[in-house]
């Protein structure tokens, strides 16, 4: 299944793509979810970030290729922060760079959607907790990250958390290719079989430390490529079985 958010007649809901359609569901599919009668045309409705958690987690460095592209020894456990919620934006949303800084990079990431309330879920157990898993944007202002010393500023402008286009229930997230393009040219092209953390220690690791509510979002880390955008940019985000997370980037006049 691979569920979406939308707005369409003035309404947001949930909904399952089907092809080129978008097939109404009532409820959330963190509790109640259920089919409903009415199918529009995927072309006729406004996907939305498919999600609304009450925070991103996100990780460090999750990949052997990203590792070695920067230089830095393979974690022994895994790096977390967070993003801010307000720094979500959805499919087709521009990407804003922000005057203060001088050089923002792309960083396409698998995200995991949390299904229910997890605490100290063994690793044997992790997978249960995902209700599936969608794309996200780790957008990053590399100056800011560097001159910091920490990722708080650098990872939390408004516009930098690109999510989308849908939450695919049935991938398996540790075998997937991703891939990020700009302007239509690839950049970033791996396999979640790269992972130094797969989906199930980063859950487990993650609720080690906080606990974790349904919508939740913890993007599992980029594969090495990482450069700049700029303005007039176009940016993608594909991985096998989710699908592409298209937006622009622009600074504002
Ligand atoms: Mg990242």
Same mark, same amino acid.
């Not at 569920?3 to 909904?15: H, L, M, N």
């Not at 830095?72 to 895994?78: A, G, L």
């Given at each position: 299944?691979?569920?979406?958010?939308?707005?369409?007649?003035?309404?947001?809901?949930?909904?399952v793509?089907?092809?080129?359609?978008?097939?109404?569901?009532?409820?959330?599919?963190?509790?109640?979810?259920?089919?409903?009668?009415r199918?529009?045309?995927?072309?006729?409705?406004?996907?939305?970030?498919?999600?609304?958690p009450?925070?991103?987690?996100?990780?460090?460095?999750?990949?052997?290729?990203?590792?070695?592209e920067?230089?830095?020894?393979?974690?022994?456990?895994?790096?977390?922060?967070?993003?801010?919620?307000?720094?979500?934006?959805?499919?087709?949303?521009?990407?804003?760079?922000?005057?203060?800084?001088?050089?923002?990079?792309?960083?396409g990431?698998?995200?995991?959607?949390?299904?229910?309330?997890?605490?100290?879920?063994?690793?044997?157990?992790?997978?249960?907790?995902?209700?599936?898993?969608?794309?996200?944007n780790?957008?990053?202002?590399?100056?800011?990250q560097?001159?910091?010393?920490? *990722?708080?500023?650098?990872?939390?402008?408004?516009?930098? %958390?690109? +999510? =989308? !286009?849908?939450?695919?229930? $049935?991938?398996?997230p540790?075998?997937?290719?991703?891939?990020?393009?700009?302007?239509?040219?690839?950049?970033?092209?791996?396999?979640?079989?790269?992972?130094?953390?797969?989906?199930?220690?980063?859950?487990?690791r993650?609720?080690?430390?906080?606990?974790?509510? *349904?919508?939740?979002?913890?993007?599992?880390?980029t594969? %090495?490529? +990482? =450069? !700049?955008?700029?303005?007039? $940019?176009?940016?993608?985000?594909?991985?096998?079985?989710?699908?592409?997370?298209?937006?622009?980037?622009?600074?504002?006049?």
């Open positions: 299944m691979r569920i979406v958010r939308f707005s369409a007649a003035g309404k947001t809901r949930y909904g793509l089907e092809g080129h359609h978008v097939v109404e569901y009532s409820g959330t599919p963190f509790g109640p979810f259920k089919r409903g009668r199918k529009f045309l995927l072309k006729q409705v406004v996907l939305l970030a498919p999600v609304v009450s925070k991103i987690v996100a990780i460090g460095l999750n990949y052997r290729d990203h590792a070695e920067v230089g830095m020894p393979i974690p022994d456990e895994p790096y977390i922060f967070f993003k801010p919620v307000s720094a979500i934006v959805g499919p087709e949303d521009s990407i804003i760079l922000p005057p203060i800084s001088t050089r923002v990079d792309y960083e990431e698998l995200a995991i959607v949390i299904k229910k309330r997890c605490r100290n879920a063994p690793a044997s157990r992790a997978r249960e907790y995902a209700l599936g898993y969608t794309c996200l780790d957008v990053t202002a590399r100056d800011l560097r001159k910091d010393g920490q *990722p708080c500023r650098a990872k939390a402008f408004d516009t930098f %958390a690109p +999510i =989308g !286009p849908c939450i695919a229930t $049935d991938i398996e540790n075998a997937v290719q991703i891939e990020t393009y700009l302007n239509g040219e690839c950049r970033q092209a791996s396999n979640t079989k790269m992972f130094i953390f797969p989906v199930e220690d980063v859950i487990a993650v609720s080690q430390v906080m606990t974790l509510l *349904p919508g939740d979002v913890i993007s599992t880390g594969p %090495a490529g +990482i =450069g !700049p955008m700029r303005s007039g $940019d176009r940016v993608e985000v594909r991985i096998d079985g989710i699908g592409t997370l298209k937006n622009g980037v622009m600074s504002l006049p």
